[in-house]
């Protein structure tokens, strides 16, 4: 049986049911989003003469939680107008709609008793058919079937989504006693390829597998802190993006997710897992009791582990929690010897073996940790999975963790792994002993395999088929390196330049690679992708080379690189080969710049792109300016105001927009409806750029025509533009220096001080951008700009 999803009911309106509400919304999916009627009136509506018979009060619950939940930052929905595709709804009015739909989710409260009473309603007025699953992080998932239909039953399960719904990855799928096969397939693939999901179906056990580790994990370092005598502060620093984790590390994260919610699930374990070996690290530490008795739960109570106060003069401070006083003090820098040593090494991967070898307090913290986490992971299987990949999957894709446990055991040694448990008086799981393979993944033509334990061998990791991964391909597919670049053969006549500068950064290396991709391309291969699976896709140009570069006045070389940027860029666009960007994450400046300028734009929905050159004290000089000077020419209908439109794009590199999304990036005029697609999938996203490339390629590709048509309107833009601009440094809304750098951008994009609109070549365009760019690196603002985002990494608005 085929299944589409067409519309959705999610039943609970709280932050996780609205967020998951939002996220299908995201992908096309109607939505009917359903809480409880309100038992009173509150003073708004009996102000107004309402009565709990009106809809606008019966629905109330449920319009405040979608409301604020809309508001909120970071935003749950990839654009605002995909909120209209969610329809507010009660339980006493609506329920019968559920028919409607093709997939119930339950989010209600934790409790079983309200869960299985919602669930026998449901049951009363569902089509036979519709799926039906819970979204509960603790209640076992045999527990809320019982007594339900046989059609229910088989196609019930738990369906767990990770807060937020948008941002995390995790979907774990939890069947129940009777679930059907087909919807444990259905499912899996849904999650993967329409929601954007790292899909790992799990066993019925407390806390499944993603909230079974992390606890652990969290619980187990919150004994060590005090075993080891260690701040606050010592721990983030140790185990944040050293380690490949998010930035809030392991307090900050307990703060922002709420410690009621980690005290909930690590009691579920402690009261649920009576025989998992290591049982007493559920237990709460003290400083943890006080801070719950305290109401110090994190960001949503105002304190937790930190807290934001309001110093002298009304600037804001952070405080840091002292556990061994429980009170709050100043935050206390954090400094290892051992962290010293890997800061030459930007792969996370490599710095494991030298961290557990550290002689200081950090050594000692990453022996004791991973020795107590590789001990725990083997214990689970097969307890909570039969796959030690799917433990990886979901510590990665729930967590944020850059490497799984059994990745970063591969990563130190599986010896070395068994010698650091060992040193913790603990014992690996009898299969690990038994091993014979040297490591519990290899590669092997372009696949990952894992050791599968019951049949004592490797075995491919199951569903790679529709991905590349480019870390699999590298060494065997490689064409073409330089210190910036790997081209590899992505097969089907297609090549892909991968970015390897820091941050993905484009200087002189990563453009002699693209040229060299584009002259490969052309000679042996039918396309071209611009692609990588690092965390950002590029955060633009090496400032600091235009930084040295200007400050020794190398002008003629500064004016020559900037010329290779802008040719590059223009290769893009008139080669002979089709060119597909696919960017993801960070995509700013000069990365921003490629993609405008390639034939096809694939964009991962996670996009957040812009031009942000005004930042740094300068306009965009890498083809950036021009382009939206043609896009507003191409853009202008019969009737249109040409002015308007040639203002929205000079407002948006202005005012360095960036979207939140690559939806949003549409509005901005960076991608273009009809040519540029979004995929949900990150994974997903360098095979679906491949293919159009491979599409494009074979429907004929023909190289195009360079553009001598650009209306430019000259002073008359000029003019509005000067006007404008010297309102707004008049009025303090900019700077002196963004004035300077907002007239040069409007020279550029009015084509000049041009008597009349006029029809110009796009090196026209080019040669005045660049000229531009050029006067503003020998201002000393644009220097002292550019200065301080090297130093710092935030702008300066001088």
């Known amino acids: ?82 909120a209209n595709r969610i329809t507010t709804c009660n339980l006493d009015d609506d329920i019968a709609r559920v028919a409607e739909v093709d997939w119930i989710i339950e989010v209600v409260v934790e409790r079983l008793d309200i869960k299985k009473k919602v669930f026998e309603s449901l049951d009363n007025h569902r089509k036979k058919g519709t799926l039906i699953t819970s979204n509960t992080s603790g209640i076992p998932i045999h527990f809320m079937s019982e007594g339900r239909s046989d059609d229910f039953q088989k196609h019930f399960c738990g369906t767990h989504f990770f807060n937020p719904a948008r941002y995390l990855k995790l979907f774990e ?26 899909s790992v179906i799990a066993k019925d056990t407390p806390a499944f597998i993603g909230n079974r580790i992390g606890i652990f994990s969290i619980q187990s370092l919150f004994h060590a802190v ?7 502060e010592e721990v983030d620093k140790l185990t944040g993006p050293v380690i490949g984790r998010p930035k809030s590390a392991t307090f900050r994260t307990v703060d922002v997710v709420g410690l009621d919610t980690l005290v909930h699930v690590a009691n579920g374990i402690h009261e649920n897992c009576k025989n998992d070996e290591r049982l007493d690290l559920f237990e709460l530490p003290d400083f943890i009791k006080t801070m719950s008795e305290n109401k110090w739960l994190g960001s949503k109570s105002g304190q937790g582990f930190y807290k934001k106060v309001k110093g002298e003069g009304g600037k804001s401070e952070i405080l840091t929690l002292d556990l061994d006083t429980m009170d709050y003090r100043s935050k206390k820098s954090a400094k290892f010897a051992t962290l010293e040593l890997t800061k030459t090494i930007d792969k996370v991967v490599d710095r494991f073996p030298i961290l557990i070898n550290g002689k200081d307090k950090a050594g000692e913290f990453f022996r004791k ?39 970063i055991w591969d990563a130190i040694g599986k010896e070395k792994g068994l010698e650091l448990i060992k040193a913790e008086g603990l014992t690996a799981a009898d299969w690990v002993k038994e091993m014979k393979e040297p490591s519990f993944y290899s590669v092997k033509d372009g696949a990952t395999y894992f050791y599968n334990i019951p049949k004592k061998g490797m075995e491919k990791v199951p569903g790679q088929d529709s991905f590349i991964i480019l870390d699999n391909i590298r060494k065997s597919k490689e064409v073409f390196k330089n210190s910036g670049v790997v081209i590899e053969d992505l097969g089907d006549g297609i090549l892909n330049v991968e970015f390897q500068s820091k941050m993905n950064t484009i200087g002189g290396d990563v453009l002699s690679g693209l040229n060299k991709g584009i002259d490969l391309a052309e000679k042996d291969f039918q396309g071209l992708v611009v692609g ?29 690189a900037i010329k290779m940027f802008q040719d590059t860029m223009m290769r893009m666009r008139y080669s002979s080969i089709p060119t597909v960007s696919a960017p993801h994450g960070m995509c700013l400046g000069g990365g921003c710049e490629l993609s405008l300028h390639a034939d096809k734009v694939i964009a991962a929905a996670e996009t957040y792109i812009g031009l942000v050159e005004f930042g740094v004290g300068v306009i965009p000089g890498g083809g950036g300016s021009k382009e939206f000077a043609l896009r507003a020419s191409d853009s202008v209908r019969k009737g249109d105001v040409e002015l308007n439109i040639l203002q929205e794009y000079f407002l948006t590199i202005g005012m360095a927009k960036v979207s939140t999304s690559a939806y949003e990036a549409y509005d901005l005029g960076i991608l273009q409806k009809g040519k540029d697609l979004v995929v949900v999938n990150k994974d997903r996203q360098i095979a679906t750029a491949k293919a159009h490339a491979k ?104």
């Open 1 to 82: 049986m085929k299944r589409h999803i067409n519309k959705v009911a999610v039943i609970g309106s709280g932050i996780m049911g609205s967020g998951i509400a939002c996220h299908f919304a995201n992908i096309g999916v109607e939505v009917l989003l359903f809480d409880i009627v309100p038992r009173e009136l509150n003073d708004k509506e009996k102000a107004k003469g309402l009565t709990l018979e009106d809809k606008a009060v019966r629905n109330r619950l449920v319009n405040d939680s979608l409301t604020a939940a809309l508001k909120s930052k970071p935003s749950p929905i990839y654009h605002q107008k995909f």
């Open 173 to 198: 799928i939890i069947p129940g006693p009777k679930t059907s096969n087909e919807v444990l397939d259905f499912l899996n693939g849904y999650g993967e390829q329409y929601l954007g999901k790292t």
């Open 226 to 232: 005090k075993e080891m005598g260690m701040t606050v």
């Open 369 to 407: 940790s991973f020795g107590a986490l590789f001990a725990y992971v083997s214990h689970r299987i097969p307890e909570i999975t039969d796959d030690l990949y799917k433990i990886d999957d979901a510590m990665k894709a729930g967590f944020g963790w850059e490497h799984g446990p059994f990745q």
């Open 532 to 560: 990588n699976q690092a965390a950002n896709f590029s955060v633009g140009a090496n400032i600091g080379m235009i930084f040295m570069m200007a400050v020794e006045q190398e002008y003629d070389e500064l004016n020559m």
């Open 695 to 798: 599409l494009m390629a074979e429907a004929g590709y023909t190289k195009p025509v360079k553009r001598k048509d650009v209306k430019v309107l000259g002073k008359q833009a000029l003019g509005m533009f000067l006007v404008g601009t010297d309102a707004m440094e008049a009025s303090r809304y900019i700077s002196e220096h963004d004035h300077k750098i907002a007239n040069k951008l409007a020279y550029v994009m009015a084509g000049g001080d041009l008597s009349e609109p006029t029809l110009v070549t796009e090196q026209y365009l080019l040669d005045l951008e660049r000229e531009a760019f050029l006067s503003l690196c020998t201002e000393r603002k644009t220097l002292e700009r550019i200065q301080h985002m090297l130093k710092t990494g935030k702008p300066l608005r001088n």
